[in-house]
């Protein structure tokens, strides 16, 4: 299984890509289950998504070909961004669906609407190694950076929504950060976590937060 790489950038040794091959979906288990165990995303659950949205999946990785004895990319962390169907997210926001409910709608859907105006960030995972306590994290750059490609690939509409629930206190200060607002307690979700969503008007909407908070190193270019 070959991803098309549709979205790529550069961060210095860091690069933020769609996932192409199987061995990045592996990777992305690998690095999850360790933590998430039985809730961490399968293989095989990340093909049948990719199948109805082949651009929903964005990996990142540092080229260690510059340090000693290193050669090739280390595999860094992942972030999973799906259009939903109103229906099935207006019944997850109810606490009447679970995480694992959530299909994706198709591409071809997605493709025929002129873009789609509802998206769930259903993971942003990055090795414990990296999540630095500094503003330009690598776990803030790939969900900065990742939300930049997405925003320009065409695939988006607005008004649009992006809705996702904090599974850790340091994911639900990442997605504040970022201006998403609480909205669901956690008591109220099938999961048990709480929900979080973000709404803009245009791609400078979504992004005007970072500038106001002095976020600017997390601005693309």
Do not use: C
């Amino acid at each position: 299984m070959v991803m098309p790489r549709q979205y790529y950038v550069r961060l210095g040794e860091l690069t933020v890509r769609l996932a192409e091959t199987q061995q990045d979906l592996q990777n992305i288990h690998a690095i999850e289950y360790p933590v998430f165990g039985d809730l961490a995303f399968t293989v095989a659950q990340q093909q049948a998504w990719l199948k109805r949205f082949p651009a929903g999946i964005f990996v990142m990785e540092r080229d260690i070909s510059t340090k000693a004895g290193g050669q090739g990319t280390e595999f860094l962390g992942n972030f999973h961004l799906w259009p939903v169907a109103p229906d099935l997210a207006n019944r997850f926001k109810q606490g009447q669906l679970t995480y694992s409910d959530l299909l994706p709608v198709t591409m071809a859907d997605v493709v025929a609407a002129g873009g789609w105006p509802l998206w769930r960030i259903a993971s942003l995972f990055v090795e414990a190694a990296y999540r630095v306590p500094t503003a330009d994290n690598p776990v803030a750059l790939l969900l900065a950076h990742a939300l930049n490609l997405w925003a320009d690939s065409g695939h988006v509409s607005y008004p649009v929504e992006l809705f996702s629930t904090g599974f850790t206190i340091q994911g639900q200060r990442l997605l504040e950060r970022f201006g998403f607002a609480p909205e669901v307690p956690a008591e109220q979700m099938a999961n048990q976590r709480p929900l979080f969503v973000k709404r803009a008007t245009s791609k400078n909407d979504l992004f005007a937060i970072l500038g106001q908070r002095g976020l600017d190193a997390l601005l693309p270019e």
